[in-house]
């Protein structure tokens, strides 16, 4: 019987295979992923999880979930909004990713649990957080779907999912955006991180990802309600919220 397939990046490879790739990748990145993030971006990452942020509106005392939560942008910005009575879980099923972002944590002076975890397979009871997030990490995932639908169990009824992923920009754009992404971007990642075929996959999974309307329709096929989207930077990005009920 021949394994089922999955694509990584423009490659197709088996399903039992690819979060070992994904793995490889950000292992590799790890060190020089914020250093990256800035370059790839020119600074614009950081005001998508701003925006990100004020959408999430944390309030004092709950319980956060950060998926994929790698150097752990979102989780130092929720633990200060939730404060001492409140939790938020900084989770990454990489290692390397989830040492810089709970080393970080901790020059920061928070003492926050961090979990080294897959997204499709949750080690959280039903009903427990508030708002999960899960910034630039769903696309590298096996099966979206089935991560969307623990990130849901984990909601209380009235909780919030946040996705922040790269997505389809504004057509006109996309023939400048393509050069950047598959030239510029390999090349960067060869100079400053020593890797420039991490960064290649890195263009190829996002022309992968679903685009904004079939996100939002894979949230809305979880369970969630309430779905809408807000694109940033001509569609590059789309920040996609959903409630459960």
């Known amino acids: 019987m021949q394994d089922k397939t999955t694509h ?3 490659e197709q490879v088996p399903e039992t295979e690819k979060a070992g790739r994904v793995r490889g990748v950000f ?8 250093v990256m993030n800035d370059l790839m971006s020119g600074g614009l990452h950081r005001l998508w999880k701003a925006f990100t942020i004020q959408i999430a509106g944390v309030r004092k005392g709950e319980r956060v979930l950060d998926v994929a939560g790698g150097t752990a942008d979102l989780s130092l910005a929720f ?6 009575g409140g939790q938020v879980w900084l989770t990454d099923i990489n290692h390397a ?3 810089v972002g709970r080393d970080r944590m901790l020059d920061k002076g928070f003492v926050t649990p961090a979990m080294q975890c897959d997204a499709e397979k949750l080690p959280f009871p039903d009903n427990y957080f508030d708002l999960v997030t899960v910034a630039f990490g769903l696309r590298n995932m096996t099966h979206k779907d089935q991560a969307l639908r623990e990130m849901r169990r984990v909601l209380r009824p009235g909780g919030r999912l946040l996705v922040l992923e790269f997505s389809q920009i504004w057509r006109p754009l996309s023939k400048a955006y393509d050069l950047y992404s598959f030239k ?3 090349w960067l990642g060869k100079k400053v991180a020593g890797d420039g075929e991490s960064y290649r996959y890195l263009a190829e999974s996002i022309r992968m990802h679903p685009d904004q309307a ?4 894979m949230l809305r096929d979880a369970g969630l ?4 989207y807000f694109n940033l930077a001509a569609g590059a990005v ?3 919220r959903g409630y459960k009920t």
Do not use: C, I, N, T
């Open 8 to 10: 990584f990046g423009f």
């Open 27 to 34: 292992s590799s990145v790890a060190q020089k992923y914020d």
């Open 79 to 84: 633990a200060r909004q939730a404060g001492e």
């Open 97 to 99: 990713m989830l040492s």
């Open 184 to 186: 510029v971007l390999p």
């Open 214 to 217: 079939s996100l939002a329709e």
């Open 225 to 228: 309600s309430h779905v809408e």
């Open 238 to 240: 789309a920040l996609h």
